[in-house]
């Protein structure tokens, strides 16, 4: 993953000179981050890969997406393999999953950042 993640970070500032700014507090390659994006195209996932990149952060990052992009032949099961989060989008179903992913982490004191995306 780590290799297409930075042939879009070129795409995206090199290629394009798009200019990503990261504001709050400063990541650490050794904490554990929630990171919160607003969702406001539908690529903005894209642009949270330039700064992890920069900080060579990128395996840590667990994205949390909805359910059914994990049945996507490839890039689906390149998600769960590299550990992302898939959510049903309903409480009732998911407030387990997200208990169970958390004591998981938390055991293998596994330092991940987690992405989570607000559909508004």
Request: glycine share 4%; net charge positive; with cysteine.
């Amino acid at each position: 993953m780590g290799s297409i993640v930075n042939s879009a970070k070129c795409l995206l500032e090199d290629l394009l000179g798009i200019k990503v700014v990261v504001t709050g507090d400063n990541l650490s390659k050794d904490e554990r981050t929630i990171v919160i994006l607003n969702h406001r195209t539908r690529l903005d996932w894209m642009f949270i890969w330039v700064p992890y990149s920069r900080f060579e952060s990128l395996k840590k990052l667990k994205i949390v997406l909805k359910a059914e992009l994990k049945h996507i032949p490839g890039p689906g099961w390149a998600m769960q393999h590299s550990g992302f989060i898939f959510l049903q989008r309903v409480w009732a179903k998911d407030e387990q999953t997200i208990k169970d992913i958390s004591l998981y982490y938390k055991e293998c004191r596994y330092p991940c950042s987690l992405n989570y995306h607000n559909y508004v």
